[in-house]
C-alpha cells in the first residue's frame, strides 16, 4: 500500500511515517518546513526518514493546490494521513491568518484531492481542543463540541465537519482522531514538556499556568502511533443506526467516524513536573502564572470506542515515556545527565 503523510516532518508525522515503513508500507511524506519552530529539528527528522529505500520526501504546501494535484496525479495513493496543520493553540491568538491558511484552506485542497483521485480511506488530525469549554470527564467522541476556546480548536472542529460533508457528497471514508497533549522523543519545541526540560537545564524559570492547578492526558507517541496504523485498515462504513433526530457526533449516516487518542489518564501538571525534575537531576525555578486564553483546564479522553474498534488502549507510563524523551533531549542537544537521590 503506497501512503501520503502529510506534515511528514513534523512531531507526529515523522514517527508515523517511520513505523510505516518498517512494517512494509511505501511512503511519500511532504511538509512545507515552515518557521514556526526549529526548521533544523524537522530537517533532522527528514533525515531520519529517507534513510529507508520505501520512503520519499517532498517539501510541498497544502496551499499549494497544483503541486498537490501534481503529486496525486504521479503517485497513486490508497490511503492519505493528513497530519499537517499549523499548530499551537496560544500562536493561534498571535496569528490567526496562518490557521486559516493551513487548516482551513490546505485542508480543503486534501479533500478535494481525495475526492478526484479515488481515496480509500482518508485519515487527519483532529485535537482534543476541540472539546473547549466541555467540562463533562471524561471527553467523549459522542459529545456536543461546539464551543470551542481558541481559533486553533475552532479549525480542528471544522476539519471534522468538511470531512463529514465529502464523506456525505463523496462518498469518501473519512477518519478525524482527537489527539490528546501528545509527548515524546523529536517533540514539538513550543510544548510545555519541551520548554520545561530546556529551561531546567539551563537554569532558568519554567512558566506553570493557572497557578499549576492543570490536568493533562499526556498521551506518549508511539501510543499514538499504534492507534493511528491499527486504523488505517478500518475504513468508516455508514451507520445503519444513525438517529436524525438525536445525532450521534461520532458517527453518520455517511462514511465517516471520530475517535479519541488519549492515554486516559489524566496527570495533575505539578506531579509531571515532579517527575521530569526527577529524570533531569534538577530542581525548576517556577513561575506561577494565571490561566491563559485559548486554554482549557484539564483533559480527559474516554477511549472506550478507540478501544472497541481496534483492540487498543495506550499503556505508556509517563515516567517511562518522559525518561524516553529526556534520553533524546540529552543526545539531541548536547546535555549531561544527573540524578536526585
Not at 492526558?217 to 492507534?227: A, K, L, N, R, S
Request: glycine share 6%; net charge negative; hydrophobic share 40%.
Amino acid at each position: 500500500m503506497l501512503i501520503l503523510v502529510t506534515g511528514a516532518a513534523g512531531f507526529i508525522g515523522m514517527h508515523l511515517s517511520k513505523r510505516l515503513v518498517k512494517d512494509g508500507y511505501s511512503v511519500i511524506g511532504i511538509d512545507n518546513l515552515n518557521d514556526y519552530y526549529d526548521v533544523t529539528l524537522k530537517k533532522d527528522r527528514v533525515k531520519e526518514l529517507i534513510k529507508y529505500d520505501s520512503f520519499r520526501f517532498f517539501e510541498l504546501d497544502l496551499i499549494d493546490q497544483s503541486r498537490l494535484v501534481d503529486l496525486f496525479k504521479t503517485y497513486k495513493f490508497e490511503t492519505v494521513i493528513n497530519l499537517a496543520a499549523q499548530a499551537g493553540v496560544r500562536y493561534s491568538l498571535v496569528n490567526p491568518t496562518a490557521y486559516i491558511n493551513s487548516n482551513l484552506v490546505g485542508f480543503a485542497n486534501i479533500l478535494e484531492a481525495c475526492r478526484h483521485f479515488n481515496i480509500q480511506h482518508l485519515i487527519y488530525a483532529s485535537s482534543s481542543s476541540v472539546y473547549g469549554s466541555n467540562t463533562k470527564m471524561p471527553f467523549s467522541e459522542h459529545d456536543n463540541v461546539d464551543h470551542p476556546v481558541s481559533l486553533y480548536a475552532a479549525t480542528k472542529k471544522s476539519n471534522e465537519l468538511m470531512a463529514h460533508t465529502y464523506s456525505h457528497l463523496y462518498g469518501i471514508p473519512t477518519t478525524g482522531l482527537r489527539f490528546f497533549t501528545v509527548y515524546g522523543p523529536w517533540g514539538r519545541p513550543d510544548m510545555a514538556y519541551f520548554s520545561f526540560t530546556k529551561n531546567i537545564l539551563e537554569g532558568k524559570p519554567i512558566k506553570v499556568f493557572n497557578y499549576g492547578n492543570m490536568k493533562r492526558d499526556f498521551t506518549y507517541i508511539d501510543d499514538i502511533v499504534e492507534g493511528i496504523v491499527r486504523l488505517i485498515k478500518r475504513i468508516p462504513e455508514a451507520n445503519d443506526s444513525w438517529d436524525r433526530s438525536n445525532p450521534d457526533p461520532a458517527t453518520s449516516y455517511a462514511p465517516y467516524r471520530i475517535y479519541n487518542i488519549g492515554n486516559n489518564q489524566p496527570v495533575k501538571l505539578m506531579d509531571f513536573v515532579e517527575t521530569l525534575e526527577k529524570l533531569l537531576g534538577k530542581k525548576a525555578n517556577i513561575e506561577f502564572l494565571p490561566m491563559q486564553d485559548g486554554d482549557v483546564e484539564a483533559t480527559y479522553a474516554d477511549i472506550t470506542d478507540l478501544h472497541d474498534a481496534v483492540g487498543f488502549k495506550p499503556s505508556t507510563s509517563l515516567e517511562k515515556g518522559l525518561q524516553n524523551f529526556v534520553d533524546w533531549y540529552i543526545s539531541y542537544y548536547g546535555y549531561e545527565p544527573r540524578l536526585i537521590n
